[in-house]
């Protein structure tokens, strides 16, 4: 019997970059390697794996999310410009070959099914409520225009998956963090204390600005880094 729950998956390591389900990654194909392996998805099922490396310590992350080849150009000297989407995550259960690309065993990673659906909602109405508050404060802070899009996700492991993606780009680490858990509550709590901190930071520097203004022409918010 075949195991449809493991196989056998390219990777595509990249410093810093974590992918969720569902979020857009443009990427550029440049290296001989990588243009083999873009071939040879282009060739099966245009899928591969995106996987984070440290950029410090060069290792390679256990969790990492399957992408999926929407659109693709290639340039007269061999270089590719693609857009991919974010499908299923994955643990790497062993690494099968590293020449002339990585590739993987791998067996898909779901969230757990759910024991606390009625609080999951909850938490979710919170979280979006959170979240709309930052972007308000961020909008006033900036002085100018950040809106949330229309089609927020509104099942909250979407959601959760969302705000994953949608974090500081130098919050590769939490990340990943996010993006190995399996309990849609825990990610979502997690975040909402991450967004409720970032919320009452954003509170105090626009009480800060509302009453001092701009100092030296500058934002009195910007006082903090002196």
Same mark, same amino acid.
Request: proline share 4%.
């Given at each position: 019997?075949?195991?449809?729950?493991?196989?056998?998956?390219?990777?595509?390591?990249?410093?810093?970059?974590?992918?969720?389900?569902?979020?857009?990654?443009?990427?550029?194909?440049?290296?001989?390697?990588?243009?083999?392996?873009?071939?040879?998805?282009?060739?099966?099922?245009?899928?591969?794996?995106?996987?984070?490396?440290?950029?410090?310590?060069?290792?390679?992350?256990?969790?990492?999310?399957?992408?999926?080849?929407?659109?693709?150009?290639?340039?007269?000297?061999?270089?590719?410009?693609?857009?991919?989407?974010?499908?299923?995550?994955?643990?790497?259960?062993?690494?099968?070959?590293?020449?002339?690309?990585?590739?993987?065993?791998?067996?898909? /990673?779901?969230?757990?099914?759910?024991?606390?659906?009625?609080?999951?909602?909850?938490?979710?109405?919170?979280?979006?409520?959170?979240?709309?508050?930052?972007?308000?404060?961020?909008?006033?802070?900036?002085?100018?225009?950040?809106?949330?899009?229309?089609?927020?996700?509104?099942?909250?492991?979407?959601?959760?998956?969302?705000?994953?993606?949608?974090?500081?780009?130098?919050?590769?680490?939490?990340?990943?963090?996010?993006?190995?858990?399996?309990?849609?509550?825990?990610? /979502?709590?997690?975040?909402?204390?991450?967004?409720?901190?970032?919320?009452?930071?954003?509170?105090?520097?626009?009480?800060?600005?509302?009453?001092?203004?701009?100092?030296?022409?500058?934002?009195?918010?910007?006082?903090?880094?002196?």
């Amino acid at each position: 019997m075949i195991d449809y729950s493991v196989r056998e998956l390219p990777l595509f390591p990249l410093p810093d970059v974590v992918l969720f389900p569902q979020q857009l990654l443009p990427l550029h194909i440049f290296e001989s390697r990588y243009r083999m392996m873009l071939q040879t998805v282009l060739e099966s099922d245009k899928r591969f794996g995106v996987v984070r490396v440290d950029p410090e310590t060069r290792e390679m992350a256990e969790i990492g999310c399957c992408a999926e080849v929407l659109q693709h150009q290639t340039t007269e000297d061999g270089r590719s410009y693609i857009v991919t989407l974010g499908q299923q995550r994955f643990r790497v259960l062993n690494v099968t070959r590293e020449a002339p690309f990585r590739s993987a065993m791998v067996s898909w /990673l779901e969230d757990d099914q759910v024991s606390h659906h009625e609080g999951l909602n909850d938490l979710r109405d919170t979280v979006r409520d959170v979240l709309k508050d930052v972007v308000t404060l961020t909008s006033k802070l900036q002085g100018r225009e950040v809106t949330l899009p229309e089609d927020l996700p509104d099942l909250p492991r979407e959601l959760s998956f969302w705000i994953g993606a949608h974090l500081d780009h130098n919050a590769a680490s939490e990340q990943q963090a996010l993006l190995e858990l399996t309990d849609t509550f825990e990610r /979502l709590q997690r975040q909402f204390d991450m967004l409720d901190n970032t919320r009452r930071q954003l509170a105090a520097r626009t009480v800060l600005k509302d009453t001092f203004g701009n100092v030296d022409g500058r934002d009195a918010s910007d006082s903090r880094d002196n």
